[in-house]
T-cell receptor, first 110, second 109 residues
């Protein structure tokens, strides 16, 4: 089946630790995105990538890092510099028009 | 000012009602526009794209006004199953895809 897969679905992190969220797509899309969603809020853009080996900061990039070494993969690292990382993280891919979303990762700092 | 702003809501309407959501965008270079539906604790899913001439899909009608930089979504004959959060999304020609904060709709019997 074609689609976009995020893992894990739930993730717990201790304060001060870095953690990496996985996002893989087999839709052959060039563009990929990471969003953060807090309860009752909309989606805020963290990073996006239009092509392999290139990415741009979104509106809330501080405390996060990404890489785009392969077209299919766009992992997001939540670093210890992110002061309030507990949130729902959504990855999306696009062929230039509509976005397809993964099922999200719920990150909780304990 | 946010790049994309939506009606704050929430909207609570009876079954059968007609409800309209609006969304404004600030970047005049925006090229494509969409409405997504998001159910509680789920990922957003595309409801419909928004075309310059306006478009309709069953009970749903989307409109785009480039001059005033807003898009709208009209839902006619609301169903209980329409209860969800509706997000507008705007894509620029640089590939950035920005979402509004969403408007929550609750349709009551």
């Amino acid at each position: 089946d074609g689609g976009i897969t995020q893992s894990p679905k739930y993730l717990f992190r201790k304060e001060g630790q870095n953690v990496t969220l996985s996002c893989e797509q087999n839709l052959n899309h060039d563009a990929m995105y990471w969003y953060r969603q807090d309860p009752g809020q909309g989606l805020r853009l963290i990073y996006y990538s239009q092509i392999v080996n290139d990415f741009q900061k979104g509106d809330i990039a501080e405390g996060y890092s990404v890489s785009r070494e392969k077209k299919e993969s766009f992992p997001l690292t939540v670093t210890s510099a992110q002061k309030n990382p507990t949130a729902f993280y959504l990855c999306a891919s696009s062929s230039g028009m509509r976005a397809f979303f993964g099922q999200g990762t719920r990150l909780t700092v304990v | 000012r946010k790049e994309v702003e939506q009606d704050p809501g929430p909207f609570n309407v009876p079954e059968g009602a007609t409800v309209a959501f609006n969304c404004t965008y600030s970047n005049s270079a925006s090229q494509s526009f969409f409405w997504y539906r998001q159910d509680c604790r789920k990922e957003p899913k595309l409801l419909m794209s928004v075309y310059s001439s306006g478009n309709e899909d069953g009970r749903f009608t989307a409109q785009l006004n480039r001059a005033s930089q807003y898009i709208s979504l009209l839902i006619r004959d609301s169903k209980l199953s329409d209860s969800a959060t509706y997000l507008c999304a705007v894509n620029t020609n640089a590939g950035k895809s920005t979402f509004g904060d969403g408007t929550t709709l609750t349709v009551k019997p």
